[in-house]
């Protein structure tokens, strides 16, 4: 893992035919990209971005030529784009960037290892943790202050709660016509 860059964004697909590209920020507020100055891909070419609408950006590369075409610019999708890490501030207590986690060790507060953090997932409703190990199956947990009260970057370990299971047998779908029974709450 290389941890000297830190993953700000992602090419998505072509806008209109004269290069311009949809970009995904992973930046807190995203037309902050252009803050960084210069970004690099997982190819290591450079670039810089102008956003040109809500979501919508101008590539240059290093030699500052626009990517002009539809065609170049289908050649980018899914292209992700870091920023080296001395750019950015440090996290406050109890903030982490996601690169800083992947890999730490993880243990059950009684001291039972885990795994280590795999992959970090965030899909809008919330992050969570998928942990693992060799010859264990992932663990997808809630990155939560409840599910990991300990997290210690400096020292490389994160220690877990694990939450209660419930297990749930059959068919839970309701015949037609039938009113859905409630399953459970949000906390």
Known sequence: MDRDRILMGVVGRPHGVRGLVRVHSYATVPEDLTAYGTLTDDRGQVWTLRWRGDGIAELRDAAGQAVASREAAQA????RLYIARASLPEPDQDEFYFADLIGLAVHEQGGNALGTVLVVHDYGAGVSLEIGGEGRASLILPFTQACFPVIDIAAGRIEVVLPDEVEVQGDL???????SPVVGEAS
């Open 173 to 179: 779908s309701p015949e037609v016509g039938e009113v």
């Open 76 to 79: 980018l999708v899914n292209r």
